[in-house]
């Protein structure tokens, strides 16, 4: 079982395992993206209280969704990397760390530009924007850390440490609607009843969710190629690959 | 609905689409971010095999 691991966690496996998957993922989030836009511009209908503006919840919850959802990949493989030393759980946590920045800074864009024509600000300080402001900071902190340290392993062990330990902020931030009186509405999908959302909005939703995943699986993959190649380049299977390029 | 009418977005038009172009801004740039690592990665190994190779046959 061990050995199992061991080999199918090489890099240099992972290398060459990894391109076929980006191929299909790749295309298969094209695809349900392009479904899930159209469903939600043309088809979605208007929203009684809020207009057309609440368009913007195709990119805004599912950018938030995958924020906190690349987050916890990272504080995940991060543990593994440092409890088990597997490099290329490492490696998908430095590789994930700026993907998950850009979708928190998406996020917190996507809500300010939805906030100011309903609630007539751009930002407030409320307790889920708060969080989710410092959940930008902690990946931010997290790509400082790896570039600072020069010794691969100890940036890894220290930046790994900061992702576990701010993985308090996750339930902060999903429950943050429910624990302090907050501007953000409350949640309107993961509900425990029925969501309290037309069907012909919440399919679109969930299809634009499982696109920014799809795109994040081929990104991160091949942001964990380019780690593969450039920690493993002096090892012969990187100088060999490398020579025939 | 025609499209100056979808355009409009029921007068929200400039909210949703900086959201939808902020949105594709960040989706290319997640794209082309790590083809050009890439690109800088292989030519850094690259430069140190020939330097190795230099060094090889000056000895």
Not at chain 1, 161 to 176: F, R
């Amino acid at each position: 079982m061990w050995n199992w691991i061991q080999r199918f966690s090489s890099p240099k496996h992972f290398y060459s395992m990894s391109v076929p998957l980006i191929k299909w993922l790749s295309i298969s989030a094209l695809l349900i993206g392009l479904y899930g836009l159209y469903l939600g511009l043309f088809v979605a209908p208007t929203d009684y209280q809020q207009g057309e503006s609440y368009r913007i919840i195709f990119i805004h919850v599912p950018a938030a969704w995958m924020s906190l959802f690349v987050y916890m990949v990272m504080a995940i493989s991060s543990g593994i990397g440092i409890i088990w030393q597997i490099r290329l759980a490492d490696m998908v946590a430095a590789a994930s760390a700026p993907i998950g920045a850009s979708f928190a800074f998406l996020a917190l864009v996507t809500g300010s530009l939805w906030g100011k024509p309903m609630w007539g600000a751009y930002w407030v300080w409320d307790a889920r924007l708060t969080s989710e402001l410092i959940l930008l900071f902690l990946y931010l902190g997290y790509m400082a850390l790896q570039s600072a340290i020069d010794d691969q392993r100890s940036a890894d062990k220290a930046s790994g440490l900061l992702a576990i330990v701010g993985v308090v902020n996750i339930p902060i931030i999903h429950y943050s609607v429910e624990w302090w009186n907050t501007l953000h509405q409350g949640a309107t999908v993961t509900k425990f009843d029925t969501p309290s959302m037309h069907i012909d909005m919440l399919i679109p939703l969930l299809l634009m969710a499982l696109a920014f995943k799809l795109f994040y699986a081929t990104i991160v993959l091949m942001r964990t190629r380019n780690e593969a190649l450039y920690r493993d380049r002096n090892r012969r299977w990187v100088r060999e690959l490398v020579e025939k390029l | 609905m025609n499209w100056s009418e979808f355009f409009n977005m029921g007068g929200y038009a400039f909210y949703v689409w900086s959201s939808y172009a902020l949105a594709l801004v960040i989706i290319l740039a997640n794209i082309v971010s790590p083809l050009m690592q890439r690109k800088k990665v292989i030519k850094r190994i690259k430069r140190t095999l020939k330097r190795e190779q230099l060094e090889r046959e000056q000895l």
